[in-house]
T-cell receptor, first 109, second 117 residues
């Protein structure tokens, strides 16, 4: 069964304290893995698409990596404005999209 | 800027009436769009997959006669909540699949808050 599991469910960090969010997946043929940021009451904001194991992408303080089983979203020296829910989703070859439940990240000033 | 636009951002309607939400892809043609529902502090729940020119594919448990989806063009999909009831009040979000030559990405709209009174 296709499945996406994100961990931890919630994470509180001090400003400047780097950490990683995990997205583990099982899917029958990976077409792409997506990371999004969602603020309360808003639609998810696209961050990255990763297509194959070994691929890495960076944007400001965020870096996403991908293996055959999981993806990590590394946050370096986070700021309070990085507080949000981070969503991971995988796209299977039949275009079915499976979302994880997200990680609620809270950065304390 | 936003590449997928949803309208309206919020709407209040009376119980028993119908309300339509539009989802437009602004910078690309989207043969596939998705509709989600999200309750507070919960993850996105896929309602249906909308393919241009064909009938939508609904997820199990989603009433297709209540949530009418139309994808009449490559840039527009609509979700109509028919005979709305207070329990239909929720945050509805659409997304669109962009398939450029270099890969594919799914972009989300800003979401629409529906309150049924």
């Amino acid at each position: 069964e296709d499945q996406v599991t994100q961990s931890p469910e919630a994470l509180r960090l001090q400003e400047g304290e780097s950490s990683s969010l995990n997205c583990s997946y099982t899917v029958s043929g990976l077409r792409g893995l997506f990371w999004y940021r969602q603020d309360p009451g808003k639609g998810p904001e696209f961050l990255f698409t990763l297509y194959s194991a070994g691929e890495e992408k960076e944007k400001e303080r965020l870096k996403a990596t991908l293996t055959k089983k999981e993806s990590f979203l590394h946050i370096t020296a986070p700021k309070p404005e990085d507080s949000a829910t981070y969503l991971c989703a995988v796209q299977a070859w039949d275009d079915k999209i499976i979302f994880g439940k997200g990680t609620r990240l809270h950065i304390l000033p | 800027g936003a590449v997928v636009s949803q309208h309206p951002s919020w709407v209040i309607c009376k119980s028993g009436t119908s309300v339509k939400i539009e989802c437009r892809s602004l910078d690309f043609q989207a043969t596939t769009m998705f509709w989600y529902r999200q309750f507070p502090k919960q993850s996105l729940m896929l309602m249906a997959t909308s393919n241009e020119g064909s009938k939508a594919t609904y997820e199990q448990g989603v009433e297709k006669d209540k949530f009418l989806i139309n994808h009449a063009s490559l840039t527009l999909s609509t979700l109509t909540v028919t005979s709305a009831h207070p329990e239909d009040s929720s945050f509805y979000i659409c997304s669109a699949l962009d398939r450029p030559l270099s890969g594919n990405t799914i972009y989300f709209g800003e979401g629409s808050w529906l309150t049924v009174v």
